[in-house]
């Protein structure tokens, strides 16, 4: 079956603007993460969704924000972007409750200028 | 709050050599992950260690895990360079579904 993918998979912006990235899970799987991959930070935990509702958030700024529909995509927002915004964006599904069969997506890089 | 660490951050070896890789982490969990992450692209899951005691290997690579004292290591048996990557630990924040990875260990294997 399909895995999980990530639109767009490259994206220039220029700091102060918005920018949304977007998330299919695998099919089935409603449980859906995001990840920010930096060079400094490493791999951070941004926030997790089940059924259009947000359950765990990392520790992020409030400019960092995501949704969930209803047929388990997911988009996450960013707004006002700073230069250390620049960072690799990976987005993660599974079934509810069973992160050890997580998979994650190619991912979603993102540069500002 | 849960941390994880893992050691070494860079490592350089020779092909044909054994070495391991250590991730320590500092709450109470009985699950760890290993991934391994080429450049530019996303994770590749490796082992996914469930229990106490836990040992998985796969080719050249075998991963274990010692819950009582928090600590997974991942051991290279006889390095090719096709296994030259990052490794990522990462442990299961209980309750949270969500995964807190360790810093990464870059390995190059030189032949």
């Known amino acids: 079956k399909a895995g999980v993918t990530q639109t767009p998979r490259y994206l220039i912006k220029t700091r102060g603007q918005q920018v949304t990235l977007s998330c299919s899970p695998i099919?089935?799987?409603?449980?859906v993460s995001w990840y920010q991959q930096t060079p400094g930070q490493g791999l951070q935990f941004l926030f997790e969704y089940f059924s259009e509702t947000q359950r765990n958030k990392g520790n992020f700024p409030g400019r960092f924000s995501g949704r969930q529909f209803s047929n388990s995509r997911s988009e996450m927002n960013v707004s006002t972007l700073e230069l250390g915004d620049s960072a690799l964006y990976l987005c993660?599904?599974?079934?509810?409750?069973?992160?050890?069969?997580?998979?994650f997506g190619p991912g979603t890089r993102l540069t500002v200028t | 709050e849960l941390k994880v660490e893992q050691n070494p951050l860079f490592l350089s070896m020779q092909e044909g050599k054994n070495y391991t890789i250590y991730c320590n982490y500092s709450t109470t969990s009985d699950r760890l992950y290993w991934y391994r992450q080429d450049p530019g692209k996303s994770l590749e899951s490796l082992f996914v260690?469930?229990?106490?005691?836990a040992v998985k290997q796969e080719g050249r690579l075998m991963a274990s895990l010692d819950t009582k004292a928090r600590l997974s290591t991942l051991h290279i048996t006889a390095a090719v360079h096709d296994l030259s990557a990052t490794y990522f630990c990462a442990v299961e924040q209980a309750g949270a579904q969500k995964l807190v990875f360790g810093q990464g260990t870059r390995l190059t294997i030189n032949p």
């Open positions: 099919s089935g799987h409603r449980s």
């Open positions: 260690l469930l229990s106490n005691g």
């Open positions: 993660a599904s599974s079934l509810v409750g069973r992160v050890y069969e997580q998979y």
